[in-house]
């Protein structure tokens, strides 16, 4: 594994484990030498292509590339995909055959790899190797899919695909993040073509009863913010700042 201390990587502790949030949008836990990685959608393109919408349905390709370059980088033991992996049950079939030798090739180079059910792809296609797991724990923390509506110190999930909204220096950016309370964490949606959901949204309320702070991905760094800074896609909205920080 790489060493904790990146330019590119903020570390900090989740639930009392180190841990790292990579700019690219992985989650690396260095002392079980895990990455983590979710909402990979391989085959949107595709499947929007097939509905008429034109755009390029390249989108697994690059999401493959940039998830390989995360692996050379930390060369995890372990990876976890955390779920939405295909973005449909017939993703499989509509993958070029590159793209699938690509991927079957970068689950074979690491020892342990472990697909999360997701609720777009309840049965993983299993000819690209790899475990099939509904969710997992490693030490203080469970990973799994959909997020609880309730506490859950420790959950690590997906599904929501977090974005933040700051404003400075007369302009608003927008960008992927992490979402977390220091107790559990939404990761980032990591395919090419995927959207996000403001974490001032209703939706991360109910998970972490307050607006999360945010690790937003820069271009080559992450920016730790504060709830309290962070701001909705409405302009007459206001997070919801309610729990104990």
Same mark, same amino acid.
């Given at each position: 594994m790489t060493d904790p201390v990146r330019p590119r990587a903020h570390a900090f502790r989740l639930n009392g484990v180190d841990? *790292?949030?990579?700019? @690219?949008?992985?989650?690396?836990? +260095?002392?079980?030498?895990?990455?983590?990685?979710?909402?990979l959608h391989f085959e949107k393109g595709s499947a929007y292509a097939a509905r008429g919408q034109l755009i390029p349905p390249y989108d697994t390709r690059s999401t493959l590339r940039r998830l390989a370059e995360r692996i050379a980088d930390h060369r995890p033991q372990r990876v976890i995909a955390l779920g939405d992996s295909f973005h449909d049950l017939g993703a499989d079939g509509r993958m070029d055959d590159a793209d699938a030798g690509a991927l079957q090739a970068l689950v074979a180079s690491v020892a342990d790899w472990v697909w999360i059910e997701g609720n777009h792809d309840p049965a993983p296609p299993p000819r690209f190797g790899g475990?099939?797991? #509904?969710?997992?724990?490693?030490?203080? *923390?469970?990973?799994? #899919?959909? +997020?609880?509506?309730s506490a859950a110190p420790g959950e690590i999930a997906g599904h929501l695909h977090p974005? @933040?909204?700051?404003?400075g220096k007369g302009r608003a950016v927008r960008a992927r993040c992490f979402a977390t309370n220091g107790t559990r964490l939404v990761m980032p949606a990591f395919g090419a073509f995927t959207g996000g959901l403001n974490v001032c949204d209703a939706a991360y309320d109910r998970c972490f009863g307050a607006t999360p702070d945010a690790l937003i991905m820069g271009a080559d760094t992450v920016y730790p913010v504060a709830a309290a800074k962070l701001i909705p896609d409405r302009a007459q909205s206001r997070p919801k700042i309610t729990a104990a920080r």
């Open positions: 841990a *790292l949030a990579d700019a @690219a949008g992985v989650l690396i836990l +260095p002392a079980s030498e895990t990455l983590i990685v979710s909402d475990t099939i797991m #509904h969710e997992l724990n490693i030490d203080a *923390l469970t990973l799994r #899919h959909l +997020p609880a509506e974005c @933040a909204k700051v404003r």
